[in-house]
């Protein structure tokens, strides 16, 4: 037996290897508490649902590119040999290419795809496409694409956020009250986008809840804030986070318990914000009553929060999830300015955090390195979509859309590529999506597993898992390095990313120019070395690439660390101004109210959503649905594994809802149920649950999306993908991000026979003829 180190998303880990098989992994880190998800890791390796050898849709490779788009998902599968499923590719790229321009492929491959700096599969796409010509790309990202895009117009960067957080220790040591909007939600931390090395986000939440600070979270859900943390709850409604906001603002400014010297130093507007604010520009104060009809929070509480506020250092913390709903950006311009009225922002363990705990590593207090990441070069044309409109784009060429003051014209997408993502989890309405996706004439996918994604595909190329390869983990946010051994041998005829794309690079006569001429090895030595000179810059020295594989791991030294999150700015705002047009704190943007979108002005506001809970005609689909991420996966990978699947219901993906709820419609706990709307409908296995606020559900997202019948349109899906029945909107002009926390459903409990899940299982297979 051998023991080799390895990591993914999900933690780092000793991995035991016996004659080609990997037989268990422990943690790397004796006592690390690491994920349950890491029981799915071994167990799909070899699952029915990996992906064994290339695969062409049949009914394309009979008739061509264009042919019968309408049964992607339906048609069977020819597997066919490496050399032939390169060769269409390569000709199909260079048929696009010359006959419709780059513009006309679409590779924005969107996803979290397999842990690794070198063998990231968008990293390699991106990198290959550029060097091909070019081609559309998407920007932003379905976590929190509202906030990347108000965030710089009015604060910093999103990115800034992140980095900059208040770390767990910054807040044991220094905030009296924590509120927490959306709170603060532990199963996120399982994971940290390109590895973990130690989960310590639970320890840190012990320490926390004996620490001499209080904690309030403040959602629909009690357990988005950790029982370690011992918070109080306050229910609300999904999508009026803004309104509470704005009457705790509100009691501020008439109780004389603004910090005006804040605000006239570091920040800009809020002579143009306080007549809205006090009701003088449309005859509504928005105060305690007016928000307490709105977001469902007694009066009495709305003041006592408000009062609180101003006692101690307060941190105004915000989840990624509130922006992910119609009129999205408007929470976190309005946390901002919450924020910045109390004048405690660039103070240690006071101001404002942004998606504390939504990785391991925002508020992780371990010292941050910036790594070295593969070289994507640059497109030769500029062609782009807002992420969250790809279906927009291919059911509209030609067509246009706002986006952050600018006016894009949709291309006409002949070619998809995607590897390392699943738009049918991650993206809205799938129904909707499905129909643009049947209009490319060709859908290129390199995946691991037979999941909705590559069923949904022309050309499917199988790659390999992180245990099939050898790579670096590293996330800058966390400290931690982690050699990622080769473990095993490719399962059936897998290759990595980079070894497919070189190929057809080959073929288009480019590929030298995209491997560099280097190996893999030799990859990750670059790698490395451009590491090393970077931590060189920071005054940190590190091992030799060979000493730091021997070893297999490294924790950076020092810490825990105080970040102080715009301590700079706050200490001297005239030589570290922010990068806002003004160079302060925007609370009105002179740049956004001149894009003249009617529905966000030039400061926050309430807007209603397009549909919720505090509608006064909720019509037949009278329950808000939330579709948030899953304790057992991350999104939708490993979605077949053990960890996810001893989780379900019946079979089913768990939607948990209120027992009130339930009675009414006749439902038990255990029973599996019809959820459904106007957009679609999906099986769910229900679990009753009193931390919910009556009228809300919650299912999360990943469940992999498996029609009863793929051939019909706007089928049942039997597994649970909440997605099925969100709506494809954006948040707003402004930035286009996806709305998903704002839906409305209804839930019947199904009598009929439970059909069987079969996307675990392959698809069927046939021959030409």
Not at 705 to 724: C, F, Q, R, T, W
Request: hydrophobic share 35%; charged share 25%.
């Amino acid at each position: 037996m051998t023991v080799q180190t390895t990591a993914n998303h999900w933690g780092s880990y000793k991995a035991h290897v016996r004659q080609g098989r990997i037989e268990s992994l422990e943690p790397l880190v004796e006592g690390d508490e690491v994920s349950e998800m890491s029981a799915s890791i071994v167990d799909t390796v070899d699952s029915p649902a990996r992906i064994r050898n290339p695969a062409i849709r049949k009914s394309w490779l009979e008739g061509g590119p264009g042919t019968a788009g309408d049964k992607r998902g339906s048609d069977p599968f020819v597997e066919v040999d490496w050399d032939t499923a390169l060769n269409l590719l390569s000709g199909e790229i260079e048929r696009v290419r010359s006959q419709f321009g780059n513009e006309a492929i679409y590779a924005g491959s969107y996803g979290w795809a397999s842990a690794g700096r070198f063998h990231h599969a968008q990293s390699q796409v991106h990198r290959f496409y550029n060097m091909a010509g070019g081609y559309t790309r998407s920007v932003n990202a379905y976590s929190f694409a509202a906030a990347e895009v108000i965030l710089p117009h009015i604060l910093t960067t999103l990115r800034n956020t992140m980095v900059q957080a208040p770390s767990w220790y910054e807040i044991e040591q220094h905030t009296d009250f924590t509120v927490a909007f959306g709170g603060i939600p532990i199963k996120n931390a399982q994971i940290q986008n390109g590895s973990l090395g130690v989960h310590t986000v639970r320890d840190w939440m012990k320490r926390l809840g004996r620490s001499k600070g209080e904690f309030l979270g403040i959602s629909p859900i009690r357990d988005d804030m950790p029982d370690e943390l011992g918070a109080s709850w306050m229910p609300i409604r999904p999508n009026s986070d803004t309104a509470l906001m704005l009457a705790l603002a509100h009691w501020l400014e008439i109780n004389d318990k603004v910090d005006r010297a804040f605000l006239d130093r570091y920040t800009v507007g809020y002579e143009k914000f306080r007549p809205y604010l006090l009701g003088e520009t449309d005859g509504q104060p928005k105060d305690a009553t007016w928000a307490s009809a709105l977001c469902g929070v007694p009066v009495a509480d709305i003041l006592a929060l408000a009062e609180k506020l101003t006692k101690g250092r307060v941190l105004i913390s915000m989840s990624w999830s509130l922006q992910r709903a119609d009129h999205g950006e408007q929470p976190y311009w309005m946390g901002v300015v919450l924020a910045a009225m109390l004048g405690q922002m660039g103070l240690p363990g006071g101001g404002l955090a942004i998606g504390l705990a939504a990785e391991h590593g925002n508020g992780n207090p371990d010292p941050q390195l910036s790594w070295a990441a593969v070289p994507q070069g640059r497109s030769k044309i500029d062609t782009f979509i807002p992420v969250a409109r790809i279906a927009d784009m291919l059911l509209n060429p030609g067509g246009h859309c706002d986006y952050n003051g600018k006016r894009i014209t949709y291309p006409d997408i002949k070619m998809v590529h995607w590897a390392g993502g699943n738009p049918f989890h991650h993206h809205q309405d799938i129904n909707r999506l499905k129909k643009a996706w049947a209009r490319p004439d060709t859908v290129v996918v390199q995946e691991i597993f037979w999941n909705a994604l590559a069923r949904h595909a022309d050309i499917v190329l199988p790659v390999t898992t992180v245990m099939e390869r050898n790579d670096i983990a590293v996330a800058q946010m966390d400290g931690w390095a982690v050699a990622m051994k080769k473990l095993i041998e490719p399962v059936g005829a897998a290759r990595n990313d980079h070894d497919i794309l070189a190929d057809v690079a080959e073929r288009l006569g480019f590929r030298e120019s995209f491997t560099e001429g280097r190996t893999e090895t030799e990859w990750l030595r670059d790698l490395w070395d451009r590491s090393r000179q970077e931590a060189g810059r920071v005054g940190r020295e590190l091992p030799s690439f060979d000493e730091f594989w021997e070893k297999g791991s490294l924790h950076l030294e020092g810490g825990p660390e105080i970040r102080r999150f715009l301590g700079e700015f706050r200490d001297d705002p005239d030589a570290n101004p922010l990068h806002t047009p003004s160079g302060k704190i925007e609370i009105y943007s002179e740049t956004v109210a001149g894009f003249g979108y009617d529905e966000i002005a030039g400061h926050p506001r309430w807007c209603e959503p397009y549909e919720w809970l505090g509608s006064k005609d909720l019509g037949p689909y009278p329950l808000h649905i939330i579709s948030n991420q899953p304790k057992s996966r991350l999104h939708g990978q490993l979605d077949s594994g053990v960890g996810s699947r001893k989780s379900k219901v019946k079979g089913r993906e768990p939607m948990r809802m209120h027992p009130d709820d339930a009675t009414a419609r006749g439902i038990k706990n255990g029973d599996v149920v019809r959820v459904f709307n106007g957009r679609g409908a999906c099986l769910a296995g229900v679990i009753l649950d009193e931390g919910l606020m009556p009228g809300v559900l919650q299912l999360s997202t990943g469940a992999w999306y498996d029609p009863a019948d793929p051939e019909m349109a706007n089928s049942l899906d039997v597994h649970g993908n909440p997605n099925i029945l969100t709506a494809d909107r954006g948040t707003s002009r402004l930035s286009q991000g996806p709305s998903a926390h704002t839906c409305m459903v209804e839930v019947e409990r199904y009598d009929a026979p439970i059909p069987a899940i079969s996307v675990f299982d392959p698809p069927p297979f046939t021959t030409t003829g």
